[in-house]
């Protein structure tokens, strides 16, 4: 029987390992190379760029790919659909006040799942398949373009950022790479 290295190719995991456990196996590897090469081990928290990126979640979207961002140079964080939520905000002021962010660029993508879905439809589908239904709002949407608008208007208006805070928003096309951006 061959054996395929499970850290080539997560796919070919006998039962008996997770995914998870390649990936910690894959951070281990991280951490030895990056003793081995004599990279710092502590970096500054604070990003290079001053910029916080709020992206989708999607797997399809590989904001340091597609942004050309090396480690350390901005915060990113995500959620489903990179909605504006309390949380990304708390996380953004935090990004800003302790962490010296100027920037934040929104980024959504075509073809997002949240499209597909409605706020009561998803917590129906939680009920039937838990037992209960969350009181959090899911945040769906039917506009990309104007989603990404209010976002941008959700974040100019917040009391938390500083009012000198640069906000764009974009639009990741999956099938073609290219980036757009929304303005209001």
Known sequence: ???VDARDD????ESSHSVTDVLAGRAAD???ARRSSGQPQ?????PTTGVAV???MDAR???HALLGLGEGDAHVLRNAGGVVTD???RSLAVSQHELGTTEIILLHHTQCGMISITDDGFRDKLLERTGARPDWPVHAFS??????RLSIARLRSNPFLAATTSVRGFIYDVATGELSEVTL
């Open 10 to 13: 997560p796919s070919s995991l």
């Open 54 to 56: 709020l992206a989708c």
């Open 61 to 63: 979207l590989d904001v």
């Open 87 to 89: 949380d990304m905000i």
């Open 42 to 46: 502590a970096r500054s928290a604070r």
């Open 143 to 148: 506009d990309l373009e104007e989603n990404v």
């Open 30 to 32: 991280f951490a030895a």
């Open 1 to 3: 029987m061959t054996t």
